[in-house]
């Protein structure tokens, strides 16, 4: 029985080029810097595409991003993925964690799936909670930090070793499921130059918030309860000591250190 995946994908910017950095109205400034897939996303990517290939199935990759987002896709088709879908809308532009959520879960509704996988967390956001609650929206059986993925097509159900503080978890749900997946899934693939080429051609449907059904008011920066108040840049960092010497002058100077501030 073909498997049917959905990977959750963003749009961030590269770590590569230079530092991020924020807009006069506090929101990061995207166009600093070139955008890639957000690393962890990668991670469940390539998952997916072991699994279709095992099994059988189509990999689809849903982002929600600016119309530019398509070509930041690109390489997730070109990695082997079948088909994108992207959630654009200007709108949308500003959005926090809970149109971002629910702008998922309304193209979600329009997809069938057996499985939802999902980066542990984002570059640029470093929030870690898309997934759950994505999952909870749905009343999707939700598996957590996932080092392998077995699922099991003719029985309905897939079994997750997810990582814990004592080693590992072994968890079992019938699907369709939500997991997210840890690096330990494994190195992603590079793109093959006869998938880059493959990848021009693949569909790559877009959906603006009146396909989904969402209002504009609802959602997106007009919607958003969060608001970047100020920044700043961090205290400079004050002067160093260099201890030379044998490892015992150094353990002597440390702990001295902490005596003087009353730390030990």
Same mark, same amino acid.
Request: no cysteine; net charge neutral.
């Given at each position: 029985?073909?498997?049917?995946?959905?990977?959750?994908?963003?749009?961030?910017?590269? *770590?590569?080029?230079?530092?991020?950095?924020?807009?006069?109205?506090?929101?990061?400034?995207?166009?600093?810097?070139?955008?890639?897939?957000?690393?962890?996303?990668?991670?469940?990517?390539?998952?997916?595409?072991?699994?279709?290939?095992?099994?059988?199935?189509?990999?689809?990759?849903?982002?929600?991003?600016?119309?530019? !987002?398509?070509?930041?896709?690109?390489?997730?088709?070109?990695? !082997?993925?079948?088909?994108?879908?992207?959630?654009?809308?200007?709108?949308?532009? !500003?959005?926090?964690?809970?149109?971002?959520?629910?702008?998922?879960?309304?193209?979600?509704?329009?997809?069938?799936?057996?499985?939802?996988?999902?980066?542990?967390?984002?570059?640029?956001?470093? !929030?870690?909670?898309?997934?759950?609650?994505?999952?909870?929206?749905? =009343?999707?059986?939700?598996?957590?930090?996932?080092?392998?993925?077995?699922?099991? *097509?003719?029985?309905? +159900?897939?079994?997750?070793?997810?990582?814990?503080?004592?080693?590992?978890?072994?968890?079992?749900?019938?699907?369709?499921?939500?997991?997210?997946?840890?690096?330990?899934?494994?190195?992603?693939?590079?793109?093959?130059?006869?998938?880059?080429?493959?990848?021009?051609?693949?569909?790559?449907?877009? =959906?603006?918030?009146?396909?989904?059904?969402?209002?504009?008011?609802?959602?997106?920066?007009?919607? +958003?309860? +969060?608001?970047?108040?100020?920044?700043?840049?961090?205290?400079?960092?004050?002067? +160093?000591?260099?201890?030379?010497?044998?490892?015992?002058?150094?353990?002597?100077?440390?702990?001295?250190?902490?005596?003087?501030?009353?730390?030990?």
């Amino acid at each position: 029985m073909p498997l049917r995946i959905v990977v959750l994908t963003k749009p961030v910017p590269d *770590p590569a080029a230079a530092a991020e950095r924020l807009g006069p109205d506090g929101r990061l400034d995207r166009a600093a810097s070139p955008s890639v897939i957000n690393g962890n996303d990668e991670y469940v990517l390539e998952a997916a595409l072991k699994l279709v290939e095992a099994h059988d199935g189509e990999v689809t990759l849903l982002s929600m991003a600016p119309p530019n !987002g398509i070509e930041t896709m690109r390489k997730g088709l070109a990695m !082997g993925a079948h088909r994108g879908v992207l959630v654009t809308d200007p709108a949308l532009a !500003g959005s926090d964690y809970g149109s971002t959520i629910a702008a998922l879960v309304a193209a979600l509704g329009q997809l069938e799936y057996d499985l939802v996988l999902a980066g542990f967390d984002t570059s640029d956001g470093v !929030g870690g909670v898309i997934g759950a609650a994505v999952a909870t929206k749905l =009343k999707l059986p939700y598996l957590s930090s996932a080092a392998k993925i077995e699922p099991d *097509p003719a029985a309905g +159900t897939v079994r997750v070793r997810r990582i814990s503080p004592t080693g590992f978890d072994v968890l079992e749900a019938p699907m369709p499921a939500l997991i997210v997946g840890t690096q330990l899934l494994g190195e992603p693939r590079y793109p093959s130059l006869k998938g880059i080429m493959a990848a021009r051609s693949k569909e790559v449907v877009t =959906k603006s918030l009146a396909d989904l059904g969402l209002d504009g008011m609802a959602v997106g920066g007009s919607a +958003t309860r +969060t608001k970047v108040t100020n920044q700043e840049k961090p205290p400079a960092r004050g002067a +160093t000591q260099v201890v030379r010497g044998t490892a015992e002058d150094g353990a002597k100077a440390i702990a001295e250190l902490l005596a003087s501030r009353r730390l030990i």
